[in-house]
T-cell receptor, first 109, second 112 residues
Framework: DQQVKQNSPSLSVQEGRISILNCDYT??????FLWYKKYPAEGPTFLIS?????DKNEDGRFTVFLNKSAKHLSLHIVPSQPGDSAVYFC????????FGQGTELSVKP | DGGITQSPKYLFRKEGQNVTLSCEQN?????MYWYRQDPGQGLRLIYY???????QKGDIAEGYSVSREKKESFPLTVTSAQKNPTAFYLC???????????FGEGSRLTVL
């Protein structure tokens, strides 16, 4: 059974600090891992992805780390900004796209 | 300006009524998807269509129906058989990269 878990429903961070959002998965056959960002009453938008052959991918303030031995994925946002406040979903693509439950990030000025 | 348009954005219905949510895309994409978002449960796949006149059930298809008569349109009907229809519904279509989806703005359905 393919499972994706985001065990922290919420995270609060001070502006300028690092935000770390975590995601665990169970199926090692996934090919791609993705992060989506969602504001209230809007559709999610694709943020960043990483292939299972890599362990890091960086795009500006956003870096995704993949630890295959631990079956763990994390998204780092540095420095965090108030506009980053949103719900973040991790997702795994390996046949079909499976989403985690989401983590609501709040960045306080 | 290419995109996915969902309507209505907000919808209220009484128990026992069917309701149809519209999804239109001008991206010329073959594939279209319907997801449901509930608090604390992420996004769950209801139905998907890879090509016109063809569609498949997703993980939570019970109580829903779809049609795909035109490439641009993929309407979702929430029937009275859906036990807990109050949710945020999202229509999506694949982008270039694997797993990358382009989402519409969503439709919030509330059953009174």
């Amino acid at each position: 059974d393919q499972q994706v878990k985001q065990n922290s429903p919420s995270l609060s961070v001070q502006e300028g600090r690092i935000s770390i959002l975590n995601c665990d998965y169970t199926n090692s056959m996934f090919d791609y891992f993705l992060w989506y960002k969602k504001y209230p009453a809007e559709g999610p938008t694709f943020l960043i992805s990483i292939s299972s052959i890599k362990d890091k991918n960086e795009d500006g303030r956003f870096t995704v780390f993949l630890n295959k031995s631990a079956k763990h994925l994390s998204l780092h946002i540095v420095p965090s900004q108030p506009g980053d406040s949103a719900v973040y979903f991790c997702a795994h693509q390996g046949g079909k796209l499976i989403f985690g439950q989401g983590t609501e990030l709040s960045v306080k000025p | 300006d290419g995109g996915i348009t969902q309507s209505p954005k907000y919808l209220f219905r009484k128990e026992g009524q069917n309701v149809t949510l519209s999804c239109e895309q001008n991206l010329n994409h073959d594939a279209m998807y319907w997801y449901r978002q509930d608090p604390g449960q992420g996004l769950r796949l209801i139905y998907y269509s890879q090509i016109v006149n063809d569609f498949q059930k997703g993980d939570i298809a019970e109580g829903y129906s779809v049609s795909r008569e035109k490439k641009e349109s993929f309407p979702l009907t929430v029937t009275s058989a859906q036990k807990n229809p109050t949710a945020f519904y999202l229509c999506a279509s694949p982008r270039v990269g694997p797993g990358e989806l382009f989402f519409g703005e969503g439709s919030r359905l509330t059953v009174l």
